[in-house]
């Protein structure tokens, strides 16, 4: 159960939870997988513990395209309609990643803080603090709340709110269907013996 909860509130992508299952599942997180692996690349110049994670996220990213993209005459279009939503998905949330980055540095900053003095209140490691802050790993909410009452920062500008397009599509298909059902059902509801009949005069 704790484990539900927790994926409900994660940024978006968490490198080691998908390590840890061992592979890519879809389009969206390949595209998660690359972004990721990019911040890891930037983040590995001042932190060489994290290469060994970037080359796990590498070979995932390679396995997969073998199993999915290896064969591009027979690739159906509707795969290249996944990708190209997948990665505007993922850049949007990397974008926000970014921006909520550079806005908590201003608020350090403001306050004659750093990255080390976050790190040092939230009860992390450095390294574990800048992938935090990187979107490689997810806050959790009680890191987003702490930040949010002492920075006073807007709870829109830490959580990334959007959901993606096939959530979307599986909520409207829910309740499309629902009010199918009821509208097939709503005759059926109403006994003959209740219908008053109306009789014209002229």
């Not at 509130?9 to 990019?38: C, H, N, P, Y």
């Not at 932190?47 to 690739?75: A, N």
């Not at 992938?131 to 500008?157: A, C, P, Q, W, Y």
């Not at 959007?162 to 909520?171: Q, R, T």
């Amino acid at each position: 159960m704790a484990k539900k909860q927790r994926s409900a509130v994660m940024s978006a992508f968490d490198v080691r939870e998908i390590i840890k299952k061992g592979e890519l599942t879809s389009e969206l997180e390949m595209e998660r997988a690359v972004w990721a692996q990019r911040s890891l690349r930037l983040l590995g110049k001042d932190q060489p513990g994290l290469e060994p994670l970037r080359k796990q996220i590498r070979d995932l990213i390679i396995r997969y395209e073998s199993l999915h993209w290896s064969d591009f005459d027979s690739i159906p279009k509707k795969q290249f309609t996944e990708s190209d939503r997948a990665e505007k998905q993922a850049k949007k949330e990397f974008k926000f990643f970014k921006k909520r980055k550079e806005l908590i540095l201003k608020k350090l900053r403001q306050n004659g803080l750093n990255q080390n003095n976050l790190a040092a209140i939230l009860a992390h490691s450095k390294s574990y603090t800048s992938e935090l802050l990187s979107g490689t790993r997810s806050f959790s909410m009680n890191d987003l709340v702490i930040i949010h009452k002492l920075f006073e920062i807007t709870l829109e500008n830490l959580i990334y709110a959007e959901i993606p397009a096939e959530v979307e599509k599986k909520f409207s298909d829910a309740v499309e269907k629902a009010v199918t059902k009821k509208m097939k059902d709503f005759p059926a509801a109403i006994p003959l013996s209740g219908v008053v009949k109306v009789s014209k005069s002229y």
